[in-house]
């Protein structure tokens, strides 16, 4: 296990809710594409679990994704499957 992998497993209790921070182009299908990304991991996730802004230029969108961790596994695949997702631009 690497160093970050250790430290985020002393700081993060499971389970958890876990905010995770993705933006993307301002794409119609975007907010879709994201929620079924979290619903895929998060059962309990709905669309309500979402905060969403545009951007002041309107070429991109962001979202909050409000999730109940339980692992941090589980952390890694959403960030694996954003990233995969080629309306999503980054994941924090």
Not at 10 to 36: R, S, T, W, Y
């Amino acid at each position: 296990m690497d160093r970050f992998g250790q430290q985020a497993n002393l700081v993060l209790e499971f389970p958890c809710h876990f905010p995770i921070k993705v933006a993307g182009k301002a794409d119609p299908d975007f907010h879709n594409q994201v929620c079924a990304i979290a619903q895929k991991h998060d059962t309990t996730f709905t669309p309500d679990n979402l905060q969403a802004k545009q951007s002041s230029t309107g070429k991109f969108q962001s979202v909050t994704l409000n999730i109940q961790a339980t692992s941090k596994e589980q952390i890694d695949a959403i960030y694996q499957d954003l990233k995969n997702c080629e309306l999503v631009v980054w994941a924090l």
